[in-house]
T-cell receptor
Framework: GAVVSQHPSWVICKSGTSVKIECRSLDFQATTMFWYRQFPKQSLMLMAT?????????EQGVEKDKFLINHASLTLSTLTVTSAHPEDSSFYIC????????????FGPGTRLTVL | DQQVKQNSPSLSVQEGRISILNCDYT??????FLWYKKYPAEGPTFLIS?????DKNEDGRFTVFLNKSAKHLSLHIVPSQPGDSAVYFC?????????FGTGTSLTVIP
C-alpha cells in the first residue's frame, strides 16, 4: 500500500509554455501533499505544502504565481509550471502523507522537466 | 541555512562490509528522523526512522543510531550489498516540516 504516482514521468516543452504535473495517492487519502524540486547533486528542496481544499503554503523564495499548486481532492494534487524557462528544468517530486502514519511521507517517482 | 547536513557526498564500500552514513542537524526541536534511499530519476523510498525518544532502531540490515547530545544520527547497513548502491537522504521532522540533508551517494563494490 501507500503508492504515489506522478504523471507525466518526463516532459519536454518549449520556453514560455505551461506544464502541469499530477500527483496521485493511489490507495490512500492524503490530506497533505508536498512538492519538491531536486537539482543535480543537491538535496531535495521543499517548494510547497498543499492541504486538500485550501491554498498551498509556499517556501521562501518559491514564486507562487509561477508554480501553481492545486489540491482539489484527497488523492490528487497538481503542480503547474507557468511560462516555463530553461532554468525551470529540474526533477520535480511529490509526496503524500497519510493520516494514520503522520510521520511518514510516501514519494512519487518524480517528473523530469526539460524546458528548451 | 542547511539545518540537516550530510558532510560526505559519497562513500564506497566493499560488498559484505558495513556502510555507515552520517547526518548532522542543528535544530534541537527536531523530534523525528528518517532515512530515504533514492535511485536516479526515481522518487525517494522510505528506509527506516527513529523517534527522538530512542537512540537506536533496527530493521533487518539497517540500523539507525541517534545521538541527541551531539545532534547526530547515522545509518548502518550490514552487510552491504551491490543493490544498496544509491543516494541516501536523511531527514528531520518538526511539526509539519521535513528538512532533508544533501544526500550521500553510496557505492557498494562487488
Amino acid at each position: 500500500g501507500a503508492v504515489v504516482s506522478q504523471h507525466p514521468s518526463w516532459v519536454i516543452c518549449k520556453s514560455g509554455t505551461s506544464v502541469k504535473i499530477e500527483c496521485r495517492s493511489l490507495d490512500f487519502q492524503a490530506t497533505t501533499m508536498f512538492w519538491y524540486r531536486q537539482f543535480p547533486k543537491q538535496s531535495l528542496m521543499l517548494m510547497a505544502t498543499s492541504n486538500e481544499g485550501s491554498k498551498a503554503t509556499y517556501e521562501q523564495g518559491v514564486e507562487k504565481d509561477k508554480f501553481l499548486i492545486n489540491h482539489a481532492s484527497l488523492t490528487l494534487s497538481t503542480l503547474t509550471v507557468t511560462s516555463a524557462h530553461p532554468e525551470d528544468s529540474s526533477f520535480y517530486i511529490c509526496s503524500a502523507r497519510r493520516e494514520v502514519s503522520y510521520n511518514e511521507q510516501f514519494f512519487g517517482p518524480g517528473t523530469r522537466l526539460t524546458v528548451l | 541555512d542547511q539545518q540537516v547536513k550530510q558532510n560526505s557526498p559519497s562513500l564506497s564500500v566493499q560488498e559484505g562490509r558495513i556502510s555507515i552514513l552520517n547526518c548532522d542537524y542543528t535544530n534541537s526541536m527536531f523530534d523525528y528522523f528518517l532515512w530515504y534511499k533514492k535511485y536516479p530519476a526515481e522518487g525517494p523510498t522510505f528506509l527506516i526512522s527513529i523517534s527522538s525518544i530512542k537512540d537506536k532502531n533496527e530493521d533487518g540490515r539497517f540500523t539507525v543510531f541517534l545521538n541527541k547530545s551531539a545532534k547526530h544520527l547515522s545509518l548502518h547497513i550490514v552487510p552491504s550489498q551491490p543493490g544498496d548502491s544509491a543516494v541516501y537522504f536523511c531527514a528531520a521532522m518538526f511539526g509539519n516540516q521535513f528538512y532533508f540533508g544533501t544526500g550521500t551517494s553510496l557505492t557498494v563494490i562487488p
